[in-house]
Every structure is written in C-alpha cells, then in structure tokens.
C-alpha cells in the first residue's frame, strides 16, 4: 500500500548533527514533490522544507533556512532531511508527506512521523 | 509570507451537533485551501482539499466552502471519532505552505 516511513529522530545535543530518513513505497516516488513538516511538543504543525520531484528545486521555512537541507534519492525512493547546528527549538516530531498536484499540492500521504530531542 | 487564522482554537460541542471552524489567509490564496484533522499521537490526514473536494474516504459529513481569504470547515453531524485537532493550510504559494494555528473539537 501507499506509504511513507520516517527514521532517524533521537536526542542529539545543540550545535550537533541529524539525518532523517523517509521511505516511500506503494507510488511512484519520483512524479510526486516531498514535504518534511514538524510539530513541537503540544503545539501546531509548521512546514519545514520541500523538494520538486525531480530534486530541481528546494525551499526552506525561514526558521531553518541554512541550516537543514532537504534531499532525495529516487533510485532509492527516499527522502532526506539533514539537521546541522541544531537548537532546542527544533525539538518536534518531524513528518514526511507527499505533495499532490492534483489536489493543488495538498498534503495527502503522511508518515507517522520521527522524534527528535535536542538537549544537552 | 501568507497567515493562515483559525477560529475558535477550541469548541465543544456534543455528538450529533453542526460544527463550523472557520479559516482566513491574510491575501488571497484561490481555492488553495485544504484541511487536515490530527488525532493524538497520529499524522494530520487530509479531509478537504482545494477548499471544497473531499479527499477520498473521508465521510461526507465533512464538507468545506470558500475561496479568496474566508474558508469554512463544516461537520454536519458530529461523530465520536470527530474529536480532534483541525487544521487549515495554504498551498497557494509554490515556495512556502502554511498551517493555521489548528482548532481543538472536545467533547462536551
């Protein structure tokens, strides 16, 4: 079936490093543009990054603007989040959804989403 | 950047009651407009896109109006398992989407 597993959270100090990891299956990975968003710890979900299907183009929300980047590897049906100098902010769980341009890039297939802790 | 308001942040309301959530976007976004409910511990799940399609599977008690800045989210009859969070969201910009600050439905 459609789906999308994320991988890769845990508790990492400030000023360190993460990968996340999400896996697609079940759809043709490579048609579709990717979402990561996160959700703080009883708060809202904020959108962080996304990438075109083709990894052509990458856009970042401001709070995390040079300091994440978001990739993919299609051969591989996986998307990448990389988390350099981290804060306790960044604090969350850490979604991966799919964009559908038939749905006017609604967000229509979620992961179940990865903690990350940044704490020291 | 494009905000996105939600009203109310919390409601409460009974099995079987009408409920309306409302969504505003500080300029006009179309009908790029979609909402999400997210239940605890869960991923959000779409229910409505671009302002008024129901996404597929998803009951027809739920249903979404507007376009330009005022959007509505409407759930003829609430049902137990309606009980959650409620989010809109703009796609309308290519470059950044946006959440509204979601809108908790309680049982009262």
């Known amino acids: 079936q459609v789906q999308l597993v994320e991988s890769g959270g845990g508790v990492v100090q400030p000023g360190r490093s993460l990968r996340l990891s999400c896996a697609a299956s079940g759809f043709t990975f490579s048609s579709y543009g990717m979402h990561w968003v996160r959700q703080a710890p009883g708060k809202g979900l904020e959108w962080v990054a996304v990438?075109?299907?083709?990894?052509?183009?990458?856009f970042y929300a401001d709070s995390v603007k040079g300091r994440f980047t978001i990739s993919r590897d299609n051969s591989k049906n996986t998307l990448y989040l990389q988390m350099n100098s981290l804060r306790a902010e960044d604090t969350a769980v850490y979604y991966c959804a799919r964009g559908d341009s038939d749905r006017l890039d609604a967000f229509d297939i979620w992961g179940q989403g990865t903690m990350v802790t940044v704490s020291s | 950047d494009i905000q996105m308001t939600q009203s109310p942040s919390s409601l409460s309301a009974s099995v079987g009651d009408r409920v309306t959530i409302t969504c505003r976007a500080s300029q006009s976004i179309s009908s790029y407009l979609n909402w999400y409910q997210q239940k605890p511990g869960k991923a959000p799940k779409l229910l409505i896109y671009a302002a008024s399609s129901l996404q597929s599977g998803v009951p027809s008690r739920f249903s979404g109006s507007g376009s330009g800045t005022d959007f509505t989210l409407t759930i003829s009859s609430l049902q137990p398992e309606d009980f959650a969070t409620y989010y809109c969201q703009q796609s309308y910009s290519a470059l950044t989407w946006t959440f509204g600050q979601g809108t908790k439905v309680e049982i009262k």
């Open positions: 990438i075109w299907y083709d990894g052509s183009n990458k």
